[in-house]
């Protein structure tokens, strides 16, 4: 279960959309562009992204709530408040579709799938995970000279670009010092057992 956050909305209408352009940032279309791709991100991994403080990204991720661009959730924890899990909302996907030169619907995005996928359970904690991973290089990038995640897929990406003869939870492109590396991601979190399912999957990367 979770806490949604997402009632009495402002209307998504074109003197929303026509006013968009003017009040968003470089940053804040990254931003869009990373919820379409990946899903969902904590408020954490927000501020990990982009922001000097999370104060600010506090405040910002109010404002394009504000404008529709960004919704939220917050998943039911057993013990405290959890924090909120951020996706993409109606303007939010239209600005992404504009982007690629669709249409909203030709994008394939629907609020009530992310909305659901941002509510809980164990492919939330696995997602989170690993876009927590990617976001970690991300964050060692922006303080880190000569480091640099200059590619991260997620894995429908990867299966659309390479088939499904392996099915990686991610795949980056990292840059340190010069030196660059391909790698795939396959995140456990502990629920692969026996050990031969995740050997099992090695020869499909061969």
């Known amino acids: 279960m979770a806490l949604a956050t997402s009632t009495a909305r402002t209307r998504v209408d074109d003197t929303l959309l026509q006013a968009l352009p ?6 804040d279309r990254y931003l869009l562009r990373l ?6 991100l904590t408020a954490t991994h927000v501020c990990d992204v982009g922001f000097a403080t ?8 109010a404002q394009l709530y504000g404008l529709r661009l960004v919704d939220r959730v917050r998943p039911m924890v057993a ?28 994008l394939g995005w629907r609020r009530e799938d992310a909305l659901a996928l941002a509510s809980g359970g164990q492919r939330l904690e696995h997602l989170v995970g690993v876009n927590g991973f990617f976001v ?21 990406v990867f ?16 840059t340190e010092d010069g030196r660059t590396v391909a790698f795939a991601l396959e995140y ?3 629920t692969e057992r026996p ?3 995740l050997a099992a999957k090695l020869p499909g990367y061969q």
């Not at 999370?54 to 991720?61: D, G, K, Q």
């Not at 970690?136 to 429908?156: D, F, I, N, Y």
């Open 79 to 106: 013990r405290g408040s959890g924090e909120h899990h951020w996706v993409l909302d109606e303007a939010g996907a239209v600005v992404v579709a504009a982007e690629r030169g669709l249409t909203r619907r030709e």
């Open 22 to 27: 003017s009040r968003l940032t470089r940053r």
């Open 136 to 156: 970690g290089l991300l964050k060692t990038s922006r303080c880190q000279p000569g480091a640099r995640l200059s590619v991260w897929w997620s894995e429908r």
């Open 159 to 174: 299966i659309a670009e390479w088939g499904d003869l392996v099915r990686p939870d991610g795949y980056g492109v990292w």
């Open 188 to 190: 456990d979190r502990g």
């Open 54 to 61: 999370r104060r600010r990204a506090t405040c910002r991720l």
């Open 195 to 197: 050990v031969e399912r």
């Open 35 to 40: 919820l379409y791709e990946h899903d969902v």
